[in-house]
């Protein structure tokens, strides 16, 4: 049986928030779609890294990754995507966490980890632009 692997969430700094929050304010309803991009942005590049670190065989685990929004039931939070596999592909969880008989090849994990910065840095450059601070 496998092990339950452990969320955690990664959480990013946006700089002069109080100055991004008074413009989001202003944008209104396109503040919302702001953020979405840009939480999609971050998402995908751990989805690129994730696909160059999975282990392949076969190719079906890597060809299996995609991005999914999750169904928000935070009203703090305005978007939230996280990296999953399509139906079908049971090896998933065995493959990133390991099993009493196999060794655990983990590619999520490291994608996540090591790539913290870079998309705190594209989630702010995307909510930058939208609110015309940067090109």
Do not use: C, W
């Not at 690129?48 to 999975?54: G, T, W």
């Not at 999953?84 to 009493?100: H, I, R």
């Amino acid at each position: 049986m496998a092990k339950r692997a452990k969320v955690r969430k990664m959480k990013t700094h946006i700089e002069r928030l109080d100055e991004a929050k008074k413009l989001m304010q202003e944008l209104g309803d396109a503040a919302a779609d702001v953020l979405d991009q840009a939480a999609k942005s971050g998402a995908e590049i751990v989805l690129a890294e994730a696909k160059k670190k999975a282990p392949v065989d076969t190719g079906t685990l890597r060809d299996s990754l995609l991005i999914k929004k999750s169904r928000l039931k935070n009203a703090h939070i305005k978007s939230q995507y996280y990296v999953t596999k399509k139906s079908g592909v049971n090896y998933f969880a065995p493959v990133e966490l390991g099993t009493s008989k196999m060794k655990a090849q983990p590619f999520l994990r490291p994608a996540v980890d090591e790539n913290t910065k870079i998309v705190a840095k594209t989630i702010n450059a995307e909510i930058l632009k939208a609110i015309g601070r940067i090109k």
